[in-house]
C-alpha cells in the first residue's frame, strides 16, 4: 500500500507535464516576439531620426538656394530710366549694397532697394564704389544707379590744390577762392587751435603748418576741418620721419628758407647745408626771402634799402639765426632736404639764372661774387 501511494506521489500525471511544456513553449516564443519588436521599434526610431537629420540638413542647405532662386525670379519694382532731374546722396563709409539701396530709394533715385541690390551683386565692379556724396538723377535703373555710383565725375567733391612755398595768408586766398568759403570764416576757424589740431610747439602760428598738397573736400566740410587736414598733413609727414616734438617747428623754419632758395632737389640739399654751416659759426644768412615776409612784399620787390635798413626779426641781414617762424609751407622736398643736407664746405650760394634756377654755390666771399657777377650779367641780358 505503501508502494501504491509513493507511486501515486512521485509519478507525474503525464497530461500535466505535457501541459507544462506547452506552456514554457508559448512563454519563450512570445519572449523572443517581444524581443523582436523591441529590436524593429529602435531600427525604425534609429532610420527615423537618420532620415530627420538628412532632411533638416538638407533644407539648411537647399533651403536659401531655392529662396535666392526664387528671389531672382520674382519681379522687383524698377524704374525704367533713364531718369530725371538731380538729387544729391551720400553713400556712408562701409556701406553694404542694401544699405545703398534704401539711401537711394529713400531719395528717389531707385524704385526700390532690392531692385539696387541686386543690380549691385550683378556688377563685378560695384564693390569699388567709393564712399562720398554723389549727385544722381531721379528715377534711374537700379543697374544704371550702380554705373553712376562707379563713375568719378558723379561725386560732388571740391579739389584745392595748395603749392609749395606759399605764405598762409595766400593759402587761405586760395582756398577762399575755390570752396566760396570767405577768407574771415577761414581765420575764425584758425583761433581754436584744438579744433585745428595745430601742436602747442606752433604758438598758434600757422606759418609753414599747412602743408602743400592737393586736397579732396566733401560737402560740408568746415573750414576748421579743411585747415585741420592740412595741418594733420604736416605732423603725419614728420612724425614719419621721426622728428622731435620739440623740433617741429625749427626743422619747418628751415625747410621753408629752402623752399624759397632753391628749385632743384640736389640744390634743396646743398642749400640745407650752407644754412647749417653759418649757422654753426654765428653768420648771419643773408636770405633775401625772409626780409621780403617781415616787410609783407614779394622777393621781386625787394630793394637794397630793405636788406640794409628794415628792422623787422625776419631781416637775416641785420640779425643772427632763424627768422621766428616759417616764412612759408615747405614742400617735402624741402624737409627732407633739412633732415639730410649734402655734406659740404659752402658757405654762400646764390641764383645766377632766374628763369632755370641755376644756382652756384662757394666757399670763400671771393669765389661767391665772381658767382654774383654772373647774375648781374644775365639780369643785364634780360632786363
Do not use: C
Amino acid at each position: 500500500m505503501n508502494d501504491v501511494f509513493l507511486d501515486e506521489v512521485i509519478q507525474p500525471d503525464p497530461s500535466e507535464q505535457g501541459g507544462d511544456r506547452r506552456r514554457g513553449g508559448r512563454e519563450d516564443r512570445e519572449r523572443k516576439r517581444r524581443q523582436r519588436r523591441r529590436r524593429s521599434l529602435i531600427a525604425v526610431l534609429i532610420a527615423v531620426l537618420v532620415l530627420g537629420g538628412a532632411a533638416y540638413a538638407l533644407v539648411q542647405v537647399v533651403g536659401p538656394m531655392v529662396t535666392s532662386l526664387g528671389d531672382r525670379e520674382t519681379p522687383v519694382e524698377d524704374f525704367p530710366g533713364p531718369g530725371n532731374g538731380s538729387v544729391e546722396v551720400t553713400i556712408e563709409a562701409g556701406a553694404s549694397g542694401g544699405q545703398m539701396g534704401a539711401a537711394l530709394e529713400e531719395a528717389g533715385v531707385v524704385a526700390s532697394a532690392t531692385a539696387f541690390s541686386r543690380a549691385f551683386a550683378a556688377n563685378p565692379d560695384a564693390a569699388g564704389i567709393q564712399p562720398g556724396t554723389y549727385r544722381l538723377m531721379l528715377e534711374m535703373r537700379a543697374q544704371d544707379a550702380v554705373a553712376a555710383l562707379l563713375e568719378g565725375g558723379n561725386r560732388v567733391q571740391t579739389r584745392v590744390t595748395i603749392p609749395e612755398g606759399l605764405r598762409a595768408d595766400q593759402i587761405l586766398e586760395r582756398l577762399s577762392s575755390v570752396t566760396a568759403i570767405p577768407v574771415a570764416d577761414f581765420e575764425a576757424a584758425m583761433q581754436d587751435t584744438a579744433a585745428t589740431g595745430l601742436p602747442a610747439e606752433a604758438e598758434g602760428n600757422y606759418e609753414g603748418w599747412l602743408f602743400p598738397a592737393t586736397y579732396t573736400f566733401e560737402p560740408g566740410t568746415t573750414p576748421a576741418e579743411m585747415i585741420g587736414q592740412m595741418v594733420g598733413e604736416t605732423i603725419r609727414l614728420l612724425d614719419e620721419r621721426g622728428v622731435p616734438a620739440d623740433q617741429r617747428e625749427t626743422v619747418l623754419t628751415k625747410a621753408s628758407l629752402v623752399e624759397r632758395e632753391a628749385r632743384s632737389a640736389e640744390d634743396r640739399r646743398k642749400v640745407a647745408q650752407a644754412i647749417e654751416n653759418r649757422l654753426a659759426i654765428d653768420m648771419k644768412l643773408d636770405i633775401d626771402a625772409a626780409v621780403a615776409y617781415g616787410l609783407g612784399k614779394s622777393g621781386t620787390e625787394l630793394t637794397r634799402d630793405d636788406t640794409a635798413n628794415s628792422d623787422t626779426p625776419y631781416n637775416l641781414y641785420r640779425y643772427t639765426g632763424l627768422p621766428p617762424t616759417p616764412i612759408a609751407s615747405p614742400s617735402l622736398e624741402s624737409i627732407d632736404a633739412v633732415l639730410n643736407p649734402e655734406p659740404g664746405p659752402w658757405l654762400f650760394w646764390v641764383t645766377v639764372n632766374l628763369d632755370t634756377g641755376e644756382t652756384r654755390f662757394a666757399e670763400t666771399f671771393a669765389e661767391h661774387n665772381e658767382n654774383v657777377q654772373l647774375l648781374r650779367e644775365w639780369e643785364a641780358q634780360n632786363g
